[in-house]
């Protein structure tokens, strides 16, 4: 049974971090591509990040670009997501996933964590 498990939401003040992890278990970690997203309230789901299996290739998303950064723990399962600089617009709950494919098509990833809030205040 595949597990991802969300951690290390909450909420701050625009200009402050926050580092999102997401333990992985039940797959074969190193052979998935990973990715972040997030969805706020009455918006669809959206494409933050990717790693690719090996942690050599990311992508992201403008609106992140230079703020956040996704790396990957191959050898304790984990993923992670440091977010610098936030803004009020980066409100959302944030859903790892895995992914057969390096691709910010969220609709192909294969499965997804139940999803950790961040909240930004201005």
């Known amino acids: 049974q595949v597990q991802l498990v969300e951690s290390g939401g909450g909420s701050v003040q625009a200009g402050g971090s926050l580092r999102l992890s997401c333990a992985a278990s039940?797959?074969?970690?190193?052979?998935?591509?990973m990715g972040w997203s997030r969805q706020a309230p009455g918006k669809e789901r959206e494409f933050v990040a990717i790693i690719s299996e090996s942690g050599r290739s990311t992508d992201y998303a403008d609106s992140v670009k230079g703020r956040f950064t996704i790396s990957r723990d191959n050898a304790k399962n984990t993923v992670h997501l440091q977010m610098n600089n936030l803004k009020p617009e980066d409100t959302a709950a944030y859903y790892c996933?895995?992914?057969?494919?390096?691709?910010?098509?969220?609709?192909?990833?294969?499965?997804w964590g139940q999803g950790t809030q961040v909240t930004v205040s201005s």
């Open positions: 039940g797959l074969t970690f190193s052979s998935y591509a």
């Open positions: 996933a895995s992914s057969s494919l390096f691709t910010r098509v969220t609709r192909w990833y294969n499965y």
